[in-house]
């Protein structure tokens, strides 16, 4: 297979597991060094490091926090200073609260947006140091800024909203420099934070078009075609992988 990303360089934030896991492989299938963020589990991080170095590719994890400015930045940072350059920032580590409207707390508020929109946000800005024509900036979003199918997702929703307004923001700004920005947004996909045989699994596929949870494979091959020649004329892009959930 031809590797369509050969010398490029990826950064993925939350690539210790499930669907940041999944890109990050992918990335490297397909010829990108990819570094990626962890916070909790650093035996994960190092686990798919490994195995984008049995791929033939570079890899890096590096301990940052989302929620933290400073981290964010460092990460961007450590990984350009590693590896001398980058292409690719996919946004993927989020937070997920839910519940009733009147439970969330203040403290609940302030780690959703932290992670799930400031994050990002820093993470384009301090990247654009670093990459030049060509760049791809690949966020992952959710179907539930499309489809409020359910009650208790007020907060994530909301923040997983806002990604479409710097999506499109970041595209048009970036576009006189060569650099797309893209929003991915899934469906319900089987992950160990939203397993297909969890609590909430039979409501989940109910409401999908093809009936079922999707991979995080399936996810990631989206995030693959807008890194590569697929996606050179892609950008301000809200696309939906979540099997019909949004139809």
């Given at each position: 297979?031809t ?19 999944a890109?990050?492989l ?17 035996e ?6 490994d ?5 033939g590719?570079r ?8 929620a933290?400015?400073?981290?964010v930045?460092?990460a ?9 350059r980058?292409?690719?920032?996919v ?8 519940g009733?409207?009147?439970?969330l ?11 799930n ?6 993470a ?18 959710s179907c539930m ?9 007020s907060?994530?929703?909301m ?11 970041l595209a ?6 060569g ?12 992950t ?14 109910s409401?999908?078009?093809?009936g079922?949870?999707?991979?995080p ?11 590569g ?19």
């Amino acid at each position: 297979m031809t590797a369509v990303l050969d010398g490029k360089v990826a950064l993925v934030t939350g690539g210790s597991r499930g669907i940041g896991a999944a890109v990050a492989l992918r990335l490297a299938e397909d010829g990108a060094d990819v570094a990626l963020t962890y916070l909790g589990n650093a035996e994960r991080a190092a686990d798919v490091v490994d195995r984008i170095k049995a791929l033939g590719r570079r890899g890096l994890a590096v301990r940052a926090d989302s929620a933290d400015p400073a981290a964010v930045r460092a990460a961007v940072d450590q990984a350009a200073a590693e590896f001398g350059r980058l292409d690719i920032l996919v946004n993927n580590a989020g937070a997920g609260v839910l519940g009733p409207v009147e439970e969330l707390s203040a403290a609940d508020v302030d780690r959703v947006l932290q992670v799930n929109v400031r994050a990002p946000f820093l993470a384009a800005q301090a990247v654009l140091r670093h990459m030049a024509e060509g760049g791809r900036i690949i966020t992952i979003g959710s179907c539930m800024s499309e489809r409020s199918a359910f009650a208790g997702g007020s907060l994530y929703g909301m923040s997983k909203s806002a990604l479409n307004g710097l999506t499109r923001s970041l595209a048009r700004e970036l576009g006189p420099r060569g650099i797309t920005a893209n929003l991915v947004q899934p469906g319900p996909i089987d992950t160990e934070m939203n397993p297909a045989d969890g609590p909430a699994g039979e409501l989940q596929r109910s409401l999908t078009a093809l009936g079922r949870f999707g991979q995080p494979s399936e996810v990631a091959a989206m995030v693959a075609h807008l890194a590569g020649d697929g996606g050179r004329y892609v950008t301000g892009s809200a696309i939906l992988v979540d099997g019909g959930y949004a139809a």
